[in-house]
């Protein structure tokens, strides 16, 4: 079976297309044929190789897809071939104290799907059925395969770990990426007055449409910390969402207000950072940190998708065989929400 990955860890020069082996659905399984697949930063990780993380080569990447299913293993109730899906890419056992308590995503196991598996990028995959969920109906396939890695990471950042509530401030750090764009809707329907703090002005009008109320420019003139004192009115922001690191966390940390949050999601900088912590305890603020979701904030995502409340935001989508050329637009200064590969019986 032909997919998109790569045989070594490296940079971009390792992608390639792979053969793997056509995977087949045991008990409690289901067999997705892919329609559309679409990339995060995370898969960028993946492919430089994460310290501690062994995979299988050749490696498909991908944790984001939706399509239709196609076969079920022993065991399998509820799901019939053909009916349209996507995927929840976080994968847990089930069977320890956090999985039983429904915190799965602070399973020991938790894995993710296409870091720590086989992913999406390739004709079918097979994952557990508590992992397979009805596509939502206003929902195209490339946007539903666009949706669920940053939706669920963005929900449970800012309404679980982060606490915000209506009237809050809630800054986002970073205007195109997809977390971002998610994030942006997630504070919005929240309650909160959302600013979205970027180093590239052109993208202000697009982040306004996703109901930032403002965005703010940074610089190395104007640091973040400043923009962000100076739009709270020298109160300091509720609430910041920061997905960069050591650029960035340290001037976060000093633009909170009292009893404010910084809730970090990733590290797509330098991932050391060094703080004052005299911040910290003075403000009563606090660093916390978030990844992925929980089964029932992942049913809470879509049940908001499904109402519209959240829109994938799809920056281009590309045809299977162009996938290297979809991997590099991760470089493009323009880019602005998911990318997307569609899989035709690939």
């Known amino acids: ?93 089930g069977t320890c104290d956090a999985c039983r308590a429904g915190r799965e995503c602070l399973c020991r196991q938790f894995r993710i799907l296409g870091e720590h598996t086989q992913g999406t990028a390739t004709r079918w995959v097979v994952v557990p059925a508590r992992n397979v969920h009805p596509k939502p109906s206003r ?19 800012l309404r679980t770990v982060g ?61 973040l910390d400043r923009v962000l004192w100076e739009w709270s009115g020298k109160r300091g922001v509720d609430v910041i969402f920061d997905s960069v690191g050591r650029p960035t966390v340290p001037r976060s940390v000093k633009a909170l207000g009292r009893g404010g949050r910084v809730v970090i999601i990733g590290a797509t900088a330098d991932p050391m950072v060094e703080i004052d912590v005299r911040t910290l305890f003075w403000r009563q603020a606090s660093i916390r940190g978030s990844t992925m979701a929980t089964a029932a904030e992942f049913r809470a995502v879509l049940a908001e998708l499904e109402a519209g409340r959240y829109r994938p935001v799809v920056d281009s989508t590309f ?28």
């Open 139 to 157: 929902l195209s396939f490339d946007e539903a395969a666009a949706a669920p890695l940053v939706f669920q990471t963005a929900h449970r950042a």
């Open 1 to 93: 079976m032909k997919g998109f990955g790569f045989t070594e860890h490296g940079g971009l020069e390792r992608l390639a297309f792979v053969e793997v082996p056509e995977p087949q659905p045991g008990p409690g399984e289901v067999r997705v044929a892919l329609r559309a697949a679409a990339f995060n930063r995370l898969d960028r990780f993946t492919l430089a190789g994460i310290p501690g993380v062994a995979i299988e080569r050749p490696h498909v990447l991908g944790s984001d897809g939706a399509g239709v299913v196609d076969a079920l293993g022993p065991g399998v109730d509820g799901l019939r071939p053909g009916d349209p899906v996507l995927l929840n890419p976080g994968l847990w056992d």
């Open 319 to 346: 045809p299977f065989e162009e996938a290297p050329t979809a991997f590099r637009r991760f470089e493009a200064p323009d880019l602005f929400g998911k990318i997307v590969v569609r899989i035709d019986g690939t």
């Open 163 to 223: 606490e915000v509530t209506a009237g809050e401030t809630v800054a986002i750090v970073g205007a195109g990426g997809g977390v971002s764009t998610a994030a942006v809707q997630v504070a919005r329907a929240a309650g909160a007055r959302v600013v979205v703090a970027t180093r590239s002005a052109s993208k202000a009008e697009r982040a306004r449409s996703l109901g930032a109320d403002e965005v703010v420019v940074f610089s190395d003139d104007r640091p």
